[in-house]
């Protein structure tokens, strides 16, 4: 988690000084992708206008950024009364107008790209119509504007988000517990392209670049890539594909090449798989390992274009009477569901904020998110995929549907779903159903069949419809209350019941663990939303049962999901706001807890002994005691010994505000595409937040920043809501410093320094570099044996010295006694049996190596020693090695090898002896190393090695 929050930290930086620059390792093609967020202007216009011409009038529209929401509200949706069929309130049209220089060769294309548009899109370039997109509002899509640009001028783009009541689009006819906000909500992009180039995934069954994992075992694994690349030209493309496979420390790990004539206006998918059996890593939320894919297309020797894509080695199996397999181990699914909308900015919620979500639900330990009820962003699912967190997506949906067109149009925007976003490793399930209604055939059948590869879930309710799975793999219901599971399939609560003090949520939770099938257990809902009612109720408008609020202020149950699942030692005391009926909830991963009152023992005791909640790992502790005026101290106990503490007092008077932004380690992008939450906190004289405060905060800026919405009175003055009011603060510009000040009637203010870093549009500027630095797997052997696979041959002779060329720098083998070659059978028993049962070997002297010409870095060489002398007499394996290199000469016996080998013609299941030298090249001295074996009467042996350079 720590290196992801300094990744941001370092991207956005470079950002601030980088501009147009491929990092390291980076193919230099025709491929641009540019954030044109800032920018634009904005209006409401009537149906039937089309303010579309390059001499249109925008001057008096209002200048805006993307993401962008037309319709900001107030936390009660400034007192709606439509229910929730929602076919007026806020269903208008919004147009959005640019002016940009767009520069573009003649054999380039040139896209824009949208990642979510509410409800259709339709594009304007230069007066000229380019299309319409009315599928879905919460999928990408792309329009092709070459034809349409006028290159190396001043391009005028008008787009109308048509937000307007639509019964062809899900969810529309019917109603939704979700609002359906309008505007340009996420990001929006200008790809260029060489002709010849990889197309988006989402546009067909074979386009794009689709990764899966056909082979995932423990300790090494198959990845599969296919790449879809499309020729544009008006003639034959001569077109080969380079493939890199990248680890998570920008090295190179494998190389992948293929060619094929591409003719004119055709597409060709290269089908690429290879094994990783080094570097190779389980991606799971302890541990997600993320690999990276660049491919590289060349027309000819030219390379033309370039894709970058992410994946993760992990495997998912449903066994019955273990449940949900995660990498072959038992995994039971603790999470939430999520509506991406927040308060006041609706969907219009930038990258760096949906990060700073899915970062807050890792904190608590939650495991696996349902994205309700649509497909999310792609900023959230990459978090989710950097942070460990699993996913079920679904498409937009909610209680009713419609046979024929209707289903078909949802089935396509499934269809681009699972396109768009099969490449990640935190999805692992697809939403196949209809929300209380249960699995659909048409919806289960379009998933398999663009990914076989993930399972299914049917989206039950226990009220209504089948109570079983159905043609999916799981059944997904709704449990708050006790509903039966069903008797021949696995299930999952996909919703449970909520309590602040988290008694509810343990019992879920716990009565779900009780069968082995059952494999999950998700809350409804992880964060309050905005939704409009079946009646007229305005303190409905927003929920108030969310793990956190609308503004991510966590409730005392999120603390729970901390000591549920969090591995470091953990303890909490609820807030006041959960105190009732003399009972304190303390929330630890301890087998016991001591709670003192202003420094005297109160009780030692165990987590509560409840039976509806004791199949948690760690229920939570209830003391029973009059709290007043006390400081409560609660200490987490193992053995006796104190792992962790957490005091606090029972709330007091309001006294001063705390001024707080969110993660302070992300910075804010200056132009105002990126906002951050500033958080006024009400405490009391001793630091406690006032969770019952009904304060009113004021917030006020200089400087380099902007308050979102200041001129709205509910911004002005903001309702404190669970002791904390948020503002979402915005960058002008330019960078700079910011300064903030809160202040509510006669309490002390609170006050807060920041800065933001400039925004850069070049999208690629900031990629993680690439390090394709020399990797050789080299046998040594005689004429005629049999070669390993996969690595390269080095063959030597009785009585010559042996000397190759790798990496630019030669090799040279000697020895201080005469150098004997053994040709050897074709194979020994064990792992690289090809390589170990031939190579070169002197017997009473010392094998020496010379490395001259080798360029300055780190490397490692790993040397065989594999012996055909009596090996009960030379093991345990014991080398004696003397290197000299840039950091000095060095003297090491070699302690690679833990267990010996008896028989000269078997290794078992493991590879034959090696030793590994780390090596520092200054690029101007030659490096020596020598070998010798540490026994009497022995032989030194060398059959092969692996040389490779990692900084």
């Known amino acids: 988690m720590k290196q992801k929050l300094l990744y941001w930290l370092c991207l956005f930086l470079y950002s601030a000084v980088s501009f147009a620059q491929l990092p390291e390792g980076y193919p230099d093609t025709h491929r641009t992708k540019e954030n044109i967020n800032l920018g634009w202007k904005f209006s409401k216009m009537e149906q039937g206008q089309q303010p579309v011409a390059i001499d249109f009038d925008d001057t008096q529209w209002e200048a805006v950024s993307l993401p962008h929401n037309p319709d900001p509200m107030s936390l009660l949706l400034d007192s709606a009364t439509e229910v929730w069929t929602q076919e007026i309130f806020i269903r208008d049209l919004s147009w959005y107008r640019k002016q940009m220089k767009i520069d573009l060769a003649s054999d380039e294309k040139a896209f824009l790209v949208f990642e979510g548009v509410h409800n259709a899109t339709e594009l304007w370039v230069n007066g000229k119509k380019v299309g319409r997109y009315a599928v879905n509002g919460y999928i990408p899509h792309h329009f092709d504007i070459t034809d349409f640009i006028n ?64 082979t995932v075992k423990k300790n090494n694994g198959t990845v599969s890539i296919k790449t879809t690349v499309v020729n544009e030209a008006d003639r ?94 038992p995994f039971f699914m603790i999470g939430v569901n999520r509506h991406q909308s927040f308060p006041h900015i609706g969907d219009a919620v930038p990258n760096s904020m949906h990060y700073e979500a899915a970062l807050r639900y890792k904190e608590a330990g939650i495991n696996t998110i349902r994205l309700s009820h649509y497909p999310q962003d792609d900023s959230f699912i990459e978090a989710c995929d950097e942070l460990g967190i699993l996913l079920y997506e679904e498409p937009s949906t909610w209680l009713l549907w419609r046979q024929g067109d209707w289903m078909n149009t949802l089935e396509q925007s499934l269809r681009v779903m699972v396109r768009h976003h099969r490449n990640h490793p935190s999805i692992v399930i697809w939403g196949a159903g209809i929300n209380h209604r249960g699995p659909v055939p048409q919806l289960n059948s379009a998933a398999k069949e663009e990914d076989p590869f993930r399972l299914t879930a049917s989206a039950s309710s226990p009220w209504c419809g089948i109570v079983n799975a159905g043609v999916t793999d799981i059944y997904a219901t ?18 449970h019941g909520y309590s602040h003090n988290g008694l509810a949520e343990q019992h879920h939770i716990s009565r779900y663990k009780k069968r082995k099938n059952n494999i999950g257990a998700l809350l409804w809902v992880g964060a309050d939303y905005n939704r409009l009612q079946p009646k007229t109720d305005p303190e409905n408008l927003i929920t108030y049962y969310g793990l956190m609020t609308g503004y991510r202020v966590p409730r005392p149950a999120y603390f ?199 925004f850069v549009s070049d999208e690629l500027a900031g990629a993680t570099p690439v390090y394709d630095f020399p990797n050789h797997k080299i046998d040594l052997q005689t004429a005629g044996q049999l070669e390993q696979f996969g690595w390269e041959i080095v063959e030597g002779e009785e009585g010559t010295p042996l000397s190759f060329e790798r990496a630019g720098a030669t090799f040279q083998f000697s020895a201080d006694q005469p150098v004997k070659w053994r040709k050897g059978t074709y194979a020994i028993k064990g792992d690289l049996p090809f390589m170990a049962c031939d190579g070169f070997y002197t017997e009473e002297g010392t094998v020496n190596l010379k490395i001259e010409g080798l360029a300055a870095g780190t490397y490692v060489l790993k040397t065989y020693h594999h012996s055909f002398q009596n090996l009960a007499k030379l093991y345990p394996f014991n080398i004696k090695v003397e290197q000299q290199d840039a950091n000095g000469a060095f003297v090491f016996e070699s302690d690679d090898e833990a267990v010996g080998v008896q028989d000269s013609k078997n290794t078992g299941e493991r590879k034959p002896a090696s030793v590994s030298c780390y090596i520092e090249s200054d690029d101007q001295n030659p490096i020596s190393i020598s070998y010798k074996i540490n026994k009497e009467n022995a032989h030194t042996w060398i059959n092969g090695l692996e040389f490779k350079r990692i900084k």
């Open 151 to 214: 290159a190396g001028a001043v391009n005028t783009i008008a787009v109308l988000a048509d937000n307007t009541f639509n019964p062809a689009i899900a969810p529309d006819p019917d109603q939704s517990d979700y609002l359906k906000w309008g505007g340009i909500y996420r990001d929006v992009y200008l790809v260029k392209t060489h002709q010849l180039h990889v197309n988006f995934n989402w546009e067909d069954f074979e386009a794009g670049v689709h990764i899966t994992t056909p």
């Open 236 to 329: 034959p493309a001569n077109c080969r594909i380079e493939t890199k496979i990248i680890n998570a420390e920008g090295l190179v790990i494998q190389k992948l090449q293929a060619d094929q004539t591409i003719g004119k206006g055709l597409s060709h998918t290269f089908r690429q798989s290879t094994a990783i059996t080094e570097d190779y890593h389980l991606w799971s939320p302890d541990h997600p390992y993320l690999y990276r894919v660049i491919s590289t297309i060349y027309s000819g020797d030219q390379p033309v274009d370039f894709v970058e894509n992410r994946f993760g080695f992990r495997s998912l199996e449903l066994v019955d009477g273990q449940g949900f397999l995660l990498n072959g181990e």
């Open 478 to 495: 709704m449990d708050y209350r006790k509903t039966d599971w069903p008797e021949r399939d696995f299930c999952m609560v996909m919703e």
């Open 560 to 758: 729970w999901y901390q000591s549920e699942n969090v591995a470091q030692a953990f303890v909490h005391i609820a807030d006041a706001s959960v105190y009732k009926n003399q009972k304190v909830h303390v929330y630890s991963n301890a087998p016991k807890v001591a709670f003192y009152a202003d420094g005297e023992l109160v009780a030692i005791q165990s987590a509560d002994n409840d039976p509806l909640r004791n199949n948690n790992e760690h229920p939570s502790f209830t003391f029973r005691y009059m709290w007043t005026d006390q400081q409560l101290t609660a200490k987490a106990l193992i053995r006796e010994t104190v792992v962790a503490e957490h005091s606090r007092h029972k709330e007091g008077a309001p006294y001063a505000i705390k001024l707080m932004v969110d993660y302070p380690q992300i910075p804010l992008i200056a132009g105002g595409s990126d906002l951050k939450m500033i958080r006024a906190v009400i405490v009391d004289k001793n630091g406690e937040t006032v969770t019952a405060s009904t304060d009113k905060v004021h917030f006020e800026v200089k400087g380099a920043g902007e308050i979102v919405y200041a001129d709205k009175e509910y911004v002005d003055q903001m309702q404190v809501q669970h002791g904390v009011a948020t503002i979402y603060l915005k960058g002008t510009g330019e960078a700079g410093e910011i300064e903030l000040k809160a202040t509510a009637g006669k309490l002390k203010a609170g006050k807060l320094k920041l800065q933001s870093t400039a």
